[in-house]
């Protein structure tokens, strides 16, 4: 057990009780697996991934079970789908803090990009334009584009079509 928590790190079975407690789901020992399985597999997993996993622990969970229990996670705050390429897999970020995607289109990798400094810029924009009819709580931006060599210039991924 550690003192620091972080948010893909294997969390204690009290700490995943607590989870689905503070979010009003019963912890059911499914649930806990997945739950479990999903914080602790890097990235933004698919349900079969978290499924596979889940199986190593517990070979009866079927994969249609492993997808209402997401749904469940995301219907009570715990867990976001990640609004993912077209044709791809349903992906879910147990990270539930405010960040952004940026999508590799070749590998379908999906990375995690933070900037206190974007979501300033973000905020600002829509304070001063405003929504007409609209009142936006949180943003998240997906940026789509190829992983090039780190080595060159740290210019913008874009590609042109
Ligand atoms: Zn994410």
């Not at 517990?58 to 390429?85: C, H, I, M, Q």
């Not at 709580?137 to 992983?147: A, E, K, Q």
């Amino acid at each position: 057990m550690h003192d620091h928590q972080h948010p893909h790190s294997a969390l204690t079975p009290e700490q995943l009780q607590q989870q689905l407690a503070d979010a009003g789901l019963r912890a059911t020992r499914q649930r806990l697996l997945i739950l479990g399985s999903l914080l602790v597999l890097p990235g933004h997993p698919t349900a079969e991934q978290v499924h596979q996993r889940v199986t190593e622990q517990l070979s009866s969970v079927s994969l249609g079970t492993v997808y209402k229990a997401l749904d469940s996670f995301v219907a009570a705050g715990l867990t976001r789908r990640v609004a993912s390429a077209e044709g791809s897999r349903r992906r879910y970020d147990a990270d539930c803090t405010e960040h952004h995607h940026l999508v590799c289109a070749d590998t379908q990798e999906i990375i995690d990009y933070c900037d206190p400094q974007l979501d300033d810029l973000i905020r600002n924009f829509f304070a001063a334009k405003g929504l007409p009819g609209f009142q936006p709580h949180s943003f998240s931006l997906h940026v789509t584009g190829n992983r090039v060599a780190d080595s060159s210039a740290a210019g913008p991924a874009k590609q042109t079509t």
